[in-house]
């Protein structure tokens, strides 16, 4: 095993004479060293790499001290041997429940002693939090500080903790950061340092569709809420044929006097557009008709097949509307300010590492991509989990009996049991045939990570059933015998946690995690898959060919099938192909993006920290600019004309955005005239970008025309010019590459994905009727309550 050696000198290292200030100043003295160094850390080259080793087996030493004093763990080779690999730029592979958590540690420590910063990057913001509380007794006894990023945590807690030695977070929060530090004014409103380095905790990072807009729906929710209370054919009607919806005189009255506003003037008109919506959502779409609600999403039914259509929308408002019917968060509307792949966030951290249980069968892939080298770290102790061949079943009805059947018979002698499902509703199905039983069990499904975490960290204990989807609980160790073990030798004795699968996923990946929950660090385990002829994965890789025909499969016996297991490993291979070159594919068309992204990136920073002064309003409206001179100064002008290039950059960047969307959006069609779409499509974004600086200069002096200039200083607001605080967040899985959009659901983990800002003009325009009716309020006075701003920190 590469690291071996090193491993074993370090740990053969007695730093027990120090005391525990001494191991803070010696950490501190590797520091001053490193930041000496002209390329510290694995960039090292000739003579340097051996002072760097030398430092590297100083500083890892001192961290195995400080864990054993700080948090009473004493680390195993294999986590030194794991931790080496990263601190030189690896993807380590440690089986689950190997201690992941803590090898981390070390290569963190190394790089954060540089004093720049280490983003340690977590499957979701409860491990974030857990691990930053949980290793911080370790960093600090050695003088780093450590910090944590959550999701909705405001800006001065984000850039405290991005300025700590350490900080846990997920990728998510890190890009979203990066977006909106993009859009700031002020060099002060940023929140990000220069990136440094990134340790990857589960080198692929699941996708979160529809993230944080939490706050920003409340006007949507009030005109859907305003929608379902008002009266059929009094307040509003609809046409003969159903298809158009309209307030009547009544509706009209009773709508201006509870929003206090005139609808046919002004912004009322936009108020009027968003409650037609809000009431053809309310009043004319059917939910489990016209759409179904799946997965947090509105999925619309087409009318003529009955089916879901995939990847269709309604015009943005209604989207928005039936989303807001629904109390989901809204998906679409607006135009993106910036976008950033997944590949593209982590391309920017000089230094890259990882570590997870399952990298080996994705190796290629973190080459291609990632560029990063996998190590394989063999587990503490040797797993001695028994994976029993997978039983085959004609339909997923028998193999439900024969799931129940199986879980009835082990949880008779009380063997814990932890049963892994595909979907949310599968869990649902498979609890309530259980609790008919009389068999009480746990259902997860990534809805809630704390308490999630909690009761998959008891799922070891006698007698538990736990059945939960492939997110939830994950980066929680499964102890035999409950969380504090107390029942460890009767569970030991039983066989230990049983593992059943209920179908194979896509990806062999998933398969193995599932497995890899039991049998941590050595203990007894066993894991069982069982699948139906049904299941897609199944169905494609042709199995139901290979069974033989007189098999009496409709049993609750099964097929115990050896020789399918080659057939399926097969097809999750194909599969997982497939998704690679998907994602390879995202990954090429966002290239393109992501090199524009970096040069207007470098031009808005030039102007947000002030090393570039813009200059042309001066030479373009010469008078006046002089007429302003007198009243309102020559500096003031000139930071009017700063602010006005850095709001016409994100414009005009966000229709650059938009109309590559577009643009992207039909590219494939040229692959029928033969020519490559990539290229096509890179060819197009080029000679879109370089008319761009034109644009911009046209959009300042636009906005320049229109600015108001009065005694009280400038209407910002009145040109929609606002800061990140009045954005919005989300992530959205990216299936316009002609990747299969079935797939790509089935397989939140694995593609690549888009962080977006948005910047909605219909909340925009109710941002503006708040202002209208606040000034209304005040001319009608007191009595009229403030409505409260929609537009929040996200
Ligand atoms: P992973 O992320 O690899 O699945 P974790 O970091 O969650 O594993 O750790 C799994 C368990 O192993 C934890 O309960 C932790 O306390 C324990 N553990 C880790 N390292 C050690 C060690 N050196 N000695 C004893 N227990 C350890
Ligand atoms: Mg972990």
């Known amino acids: 095993m590469p690291y071996w050696e090193e491993s074993e000198r370090i740990l053969a290292t007695d730093l027990g004479g120090l005391c525990d200030a001494d191991l803070a100043v010696s950490a501190q003295r590797l520091g001053a060293s490193l930041r000496g160094l002209d390329s510290p850390g694995n960039a090292a080259e000739g003579g340097e790499i051996e002072r760097v080793r030398l430092i590297e087996a100083e500083a890892f030493a001192l961290v195995r001290e400080a864990a054993r004093r700080a948090i009473g763990l004493d680390p195993f080779p294999v986590q030194v041997v794991a931790g080496l690999a990263m601190a030189r730029g690896r993807i380590a592979e440690l089986p689950t429940g190997e201690g992941k958590t803590l090898a981390a540690v070390f290569p963190a420590t190394l790089h954060g002693l540089e004093g720049r910063g280490v983003h340690v990057l977590t499957f979701n913001d409860y491990l974030a939090r857990r691990d930053a509380a949980w290793m ?17 945590m405001p800006p001065e807690q984000r850039r405290a903790a991005y300025r700590c030695d350490v900080t846990y977070l997920t990728a998510k929060e890190a ?21 440094h380095m990134a340790l990857i905790d589960e080198a692929r990072i699941p996708l979160v569709i529809a993230g944080a807009a939490r706050d920003d729906r409340d006007g949507l929710f009030h005109l859907a809420d305003l929608a379902r209370r008002l009266t059929p054919r009094i307040e509003f009607d609809t046409d003969s044929g159903k298809r158009n919806i309209f307030l009547t005189e009544r509706g009209i009255m009773h709508v201006e006097r509870e ?13 009027q557009a968003a409650l037609r919506n809000a009431l053809h959502a309310e009043h004319l779409l059917r939910r489990d008709v016209d759409y179904i609600v799946r997965r947090g999403c509105v999925e619309l039914v087409d009318e003529l097949t009955g089916r879901v259509a995939e990847n269709r929308h309604w015009p943005d408002g209604l989207q928005a509307a039936v989303e807001a019917k629904e109390g989901l968060g809204l998906s679409r509307g607006g135009s993106i300010l910036g976008s950033i792949s997944l590949q593209h966030l982590l391309r920017r951290y000089p230094r890259l590492c990882g570590m997870t ?18 190590v394989v770290v063999p587990p503490n102790r040797p797993c001695i989990r028994v994976d029993e061949g997978d039983l085959v079943f004609a ?45 009480p069990c746990n259902v997860l499904n990534a809805r809630n990570d704390e308490c999630e975490a909690e009761v998959v960290a008891e799922a070891g204990d006698l007698g538990r059933v736990t059945i939960s989807t492939n997110m939830a609980g994950r980066g929680t160790d499964i102890r035999l015998g409950g969380l504090d073990e107390r029942n460890r030798d009767r569970v030991v004795a039983l066989g230990g946690l049983f593992v059943i699968g209920t179908n194979r996923h896509e990806s062999l990946r998933i398969d193995l995690q599932l497995r ?25 890789a042709g199995i139901d060919r290979l069974v033989p025909r007189e098999h009496e499969l409709q049993g609750t016996g099964g097929l115990d099938s050896r020789f399918v297991r080659p057939a399926i490993e097969h097809a999750q291979r194909v599969a997982e192909g497939e998704c690679f070159d998907a994602r390879k594919r995202v990954y090429e068309y966002a290239e393109v993006i992501e090199r524009q ?16 002064i813009p200059a042309l309003l001066e030479s373009r409206r010469r008078e006046r600019w002089a007429g302003l001179i007198p009243s309102v100064g020559e500096p003031t002008l000139h930071t009017i004309e700063r602010r006005l290039t850095l709001a016409a950059i994100d414009r005009c960047w966000a229709e650059h955005l938009d109309e590559l969307r577009m643009l992207r959006d039909e590219i494939h069609l040229v692959a029928l005239d033969g020519r490559t779409p990539v290229v096509e499509f890179t060819r197009a974004a080029i000679a879109a970008f370089e008319r761009l600086p034109d644009r911009i200069d046209v959009s300042v002096v636009e906005l320049f025309d229109s600015l108001e200039v009065t005694d009280d200083g400038v209407s910002w607001e009145a040109l929609g010019l606002r800061g990140p605080s009045a954005t919005w967040t989300y992530l959205i899985s990216d299936t316009a590459f002609g990747a299969n959009p079935l797939r790509t659901l089935a397989n939140h983990a694995s593609i690549g994905l888009f962080a977006v800002l948005l910047w909605s003009p219909l909340l925009f325009g109710w941002g503006l009727y708040l202002h209208w009716r606040r000034r209304r309020a005040r001319a009608r006075g007191p009595a009229q309550a403030e409505p409260s701003d929609t537009q929040q920190e996200p």
């Open 259 to 271: 929003l206090a506003c005139d609808l046919f003037t002004g912004e009322g008109v936009v108020i």
């Open 175 to 195: 890009g979203f950061d990066l977006l909106r530090d993009g859009l700031c004014i002020e060099p002060e409103q940023q929140v990000h340092r220069p990136f």
């Open 516 to 540: 890899g929950r039991a049998g941590r660090q050595g203990d007894p385990g066993s894991s069982r898959f069982f699948i139906s002829l049904e299941d897609p994965l199944v169905r494609r």
């Open 395 to 439: 339909d997923r009805a028998a193999r439900d009996r024969a799931v129940v059947a199986e879980i009835a018979r082990v949880h008779r002698g009380a063997r814990p049991i932890l049963v892994g499902t595909a979907s949310v509703e599968q869990s649902e199905q498979l609890a309530g045939m259980l609790q008919r039983m009389g068999i």
């Open 136 to 152: 911080g007794p370790v960093y600090r006894m050695l003088g780093l500080s450590v910090g944590c990023v959550q999701e909705g």
């Open 597 to 612: 992204r970096q040069q207007i990136h470098e031009r808005r920073q030039e102007l947000v920290e002030r090393r570039s």
């Open 357 to 374: 249980a399952t990298a080996a069968s994705a190796a290629d892939e973190l080459w291609d991509i990632y560029g990063l080298r996998v």
